[in-house]
């Protein structure tokens, strides 16, 4: 089971910035991508950002140019940080992380329990 931990969400003004983190704990053979998702109220989830253990990145459309996310592999912690925020970019922000619990086990969908932004105009 992987265990996901997710901080830094809170209130800020439209072009204001926040960084948020999430660390991974449990037991894990690997753990292959880690990223961000996002839902706003009444709209599904969204891509926000991914980043495999590599450092291969993917952003969603609406945040690239403005939103970086990074991953501290000895860690197991992955982070975006966020500037020239939107109030659009408003949304509970979900920690996902794409993990094995075993060599031989497939890659399972692990997901934190969300941390809320909120931009105000």
């Known amino acids: 089971q992987v265990h996901l931990v997710e901080s830094g969400g809170g209130l800020v003004q439209a072009g204001g910035s926040l960084r948020l983190s999430c660390a991974a704990s449990?037991?894990?053979?690997?753990?292959?991508?880690m990223g961000w998702y996002r839902q706003a109220p009444g709209k599904e989830r969204e891509l926000v950002a991914t980043i495999t253990s590599g450092g291969n990145t993917n952003y969603g459309d609406s945040v690239k140019g403005r939103f970086t996310v990074s991953r501290d592999n000895a860690k197991n912690t992955v982070f975006l940080q966020m500037n020239s925020l939107k109030p659009e970019d408003t949304a509970v922000y979900y920690c996902?992380?794409?993990?094995?619990?075993?060599?031989?086990?497939?890659?399972?969908?692990?997901w934190g329990l969300g941390t809320q932004v909120t931009v105000s105009s």
């Open positions: 449990g037991l894990f053979f690997a753990i292959n991508a």
């Open positions: 996902n992380a794409v993990a094995r619990r075993t060599i031989m086990s497939t890659p399972t969908n692990y």
